[in-house]
């Protein structure tokens, strides 16, 4: 990758589709302005986000004017994360090194790896759950979780557990 680290913003997050689209689907999408001063997602998330207009992602991404959708200027540096991850995760990854985010809000397992050889700090949906307990804006992580569950989230039973412990039910 190109160009030195920028020193990180203490409470920027940069988002991946894939988080926002599941905290939207079980209605858990306004825990992010709740929880971070600062919001950015890149032109490709934003695409990706709003592609299919009657999704509750698109809505809810085109109605936050408190994200900023911010263009990536190294792409060189997307290319090269191409050849492991989606578009979406590619940008996502970049614009955080870019902006100097403080975490990185992605799921992908491939791409949270691929962010820790980086020295970059993640953060994905059940992270998000787990903190908006501990901020008092829910009372229990475990109808959040079941939510999920019903839809396309992908969990094991062991990570299940693992969350609810984390969050103390």
Not at 137 to 147: I, K, Y
Request: aromatic letters at 4%; charged letters at 25%; a neutral charge.
């Amino acid at each position: 990758m190109s160009g030195s680290p920028q020193i990180a913003h203490p409470k920027l997050v940069v988002a991946d589709t894939g988080p926002l689209n599941a905290l939207a689907n079980v209605n858990c999408f306004e825990f992010l302005r709740e929880l971070f001063s600062e919001l950015a997602i890149p032109e490709m998330v934003y695409r990706e986000a709003t592609h299919y207009s009657t999704l509750p992602v698109a809505r809810a991404v085109r109605q936050a004017a408190w994200i900023n959708t911010i263009p990536v200027q190294d792409r060189v540096a997307v290319e090269v994360l191409r050849n492991e991850l989606d578009d979406g995760e590619s940008e996502t990854i970049v614009l955080a090194r870019e902006l100097g985010a403080s975490l990185i809000l992605i799921d992908e397992k491939l791409a949270r790896r691929k962010t820790a050889q980086m020295g970059l700090k993640t953060i994905g949906t059940l992270g998000i759950l787990v903190m908006a307990k501990t901020s008092g804006l829910t009372p229990t992580v475990r109808s959040h979780l079941d939510a999920l569950k019903s839809s396309s989230f992908r969990m094991t039973r062991k990570l299940y557990d693992e969350i609810l412990q984390r969050a103390g039910e």
